[in-house]
């Protein structure tokens, strides 16, 4: 719990870098100003980026379709499940970010709301056990910060890199947060 706080603290350090790097290429996505700030190595960079690219989204495909099957479909194979999720992203893809996003607003409160009853009814129940969190830090701060910076800071928290492909198409490119 700690280490996925110290990397959710540390990934605000990777916003900021992004944040700042548009500022200085506000009509450019991600992919364009690193081709710009490398040209004299645009090969590596290309096939490093697709890698990077590629490997996240197949993870989070990956991770979405096994929490789908062992929460909601446990019969059904999981190629089933993937290619049902592949064929919704590649219609948001075919209709933009902005249906994505409205789409977004419509779920936001009905998923708040059911997220927040979920936290009240685990509350009440009386399964929480607070005591479980004892000892803190038992083996030192360095486990901590050593779980944080080779786990939790690069992924969920590092995938903010997507934001750094969205900035140029915001209605204010100068202040797109």
Request: aromatic share 16%; glycine share 6%; net charge positive.
């Amino acid at each position: 719990m700690i280490a996925i706080l110290v990397g959710m603290i540390s990934s605000y350090a990777l916003i900021f870098i992004y944040y700042r790097l548009h500022r200085y290429y506000p009509d450019l996505a991600l992919t364009e100003y690193i081709e710009k700030l490398l040209e004299k190595c645009p090969d590596a960079y290309w096939l490093s980026l697709r890698i990077i690219f590629a490997n996240g989204a197949a993870r989070v495909l990956r991770d979405f379709g096994a929490m789908l099957l062992t929460f909601v479909y446990p019969d059904t194979p999981l190629f089933i499940v993937n290619a049902l999720l592949m064929l919704g992203i590649i219609y948001t893809v075919r209709q933009g970010i902005e249906a994505m996003a409205r789409s977004a607003e419509l779920l936001f409160f009905f998923i708040y709301v059911l997220a927040v009853a979920g936290f009240i009814l685990i509350f009440v129940s009386g399964l929480l056990d607070f005591s479980s969190l004892k000892p803190m830090l038992e083996n030192g701060i360095s486990l901590v910060l050593r779980v944080a910076y080779s786990q939790t800071l690069y992924f969920p928290f590092g995938e903010v890199i997507v934001f750094a492909m969205i900035f140029p198409y915001t209605k204010n490119v100068k202040r797109p947060l």
